[in-house]
Structures are given as structure tokens and as C-alpha cells.
């Protein structure tokens, strides 16, 4: 009994090696919040790069008006080519809203005659992103979603 009493207070006085056991210890939760730090930082970065494809995108329209599907599938390889999206994440439809009604409609036909129509693009946006964690299992891919209507002209129905 008191030979093994001595020989805890003789590790317990020991010093060398403790660098290496504390590394062993806080190492890897480094490396792990050090590569969740870079995933988070991947994310901000694609949906800032989405947001300014949006925005460059809300610009041209505001330029160009675009009221037919000529311009809004121009529009549309626009949005695709700046975020290096595929055909299916992109959408950009004409939308329209009648008088002072808060509910969009799809075509002018559904205002009626001499009604104000206020004429938008809608331009929609989807990515998902991938974090490395979700080849271990935990939680899902981020979906992005970015909608946004641009106002680009304001007549009133004829018919």
C-alpha cells in the first residue's frame, strides 16, 4: 500500500511530457472548430456571391426593361454566368400587380380595363450548399432561397 501511495506523489512531481498530453487533448478540438470556422465562412461567402449576382441582376433590369422573354432569358444567362449557376436554379418571370392590390398576378389579361398595372421581374435564386459535416452524418445541406421583384414600369391597362 504505501509503495503505490509513493509512486502516485512521484508521477504527480513529474513534468516532462505534459506538452505532448495537452496536445493530444486540445488538438483535435482545434483542427474541428478551425474547420467549422472555414465551412461558415464558405457559406456567408456563396450566399454574399448570390446576393450580389441579385443585385447586379435587379440593376439591368432597372437599365433594360424587361418586358419580353428575350430580355428575361438574357437576364436569366446573366444571373446563371455571374454565380455559376445551372438553368434550374435560375428563374426570372414576368409578374404584374393590379391598381394598388398587394397580390401579384401572372399575365395583364387578369387586371381589368383602365386599371393601373405596375409590371415586375421576378427573379429567383436557388443553391444548396454542402458543409464537409454532412459527410459524417450530422445535420443537412443549407438550401439558399433568394426571391426578389423588381418594379420596371407602371401603365395602365387598355383593355
Known amino acids: 500500500m504505501m509503495r503505490r501511495h509513493h509512486a502516485v506523489r512521484r508521477l504527480a512531481g513529474e513534468t516532462a511530457g505534459v506538452m505532448a498530453i ?3 487533448l486540445i488538438a483535435p478540438v482545434i483542427v474541428l472548430l478551425s474547420l467549422g470556422a472555414f465551412q461558415i ?8 456571391e448570390l446576393q450580389g449576382a441579385v443585385a447586379e441582376a435587379q440593376a439591368i433590369a432597372l ?7 428575350e430580355k428575361r432569358q438574357t437576364l436569366r444567362e446573366v444571373i446563371m454566368a455571374s454565380a455559376n449557376l445551372e438553368a434550374d436554379k435560375v428563374s426570372v418571370a414576368a409578374v404584374y400587380r393590379c391598381n394598388d392590390s398587394a397580390a401579384y398576378v401572372t ?8 386599371a393601373k398595372v405596375t409590371s ?3 427573379i429567383t435564386i436557388t443553391d444548396e450548399y454542402e ?7 450530422i445535420k443537412n445541406s443549407i438550401d439558399f432561397n433568394i426571391e426578389r421583384y423588381v418594379l420596371f414600369k407602371q401603365a395602365t391597362n387598355p383593355a
Open 131 to 137: 458543409p464537409i459535416w454532412t459527410k459524417f452524418g
Open 41 to 48: 465562412s464558405s457559406m456567408v461567402a456563396r450566399q454574399s
Open 107 to 114: 399575365a395583364v389579361s387578369e387586371c381589368a380595363a383602365n
Open 22 to 24: 495537452e496536445t493530444a
Open 120 to 122: 415586375y421581374v421576378k
Open 63 to 69: 437599365a433594360v426593361d424587361p418586358d419580353t422573354s
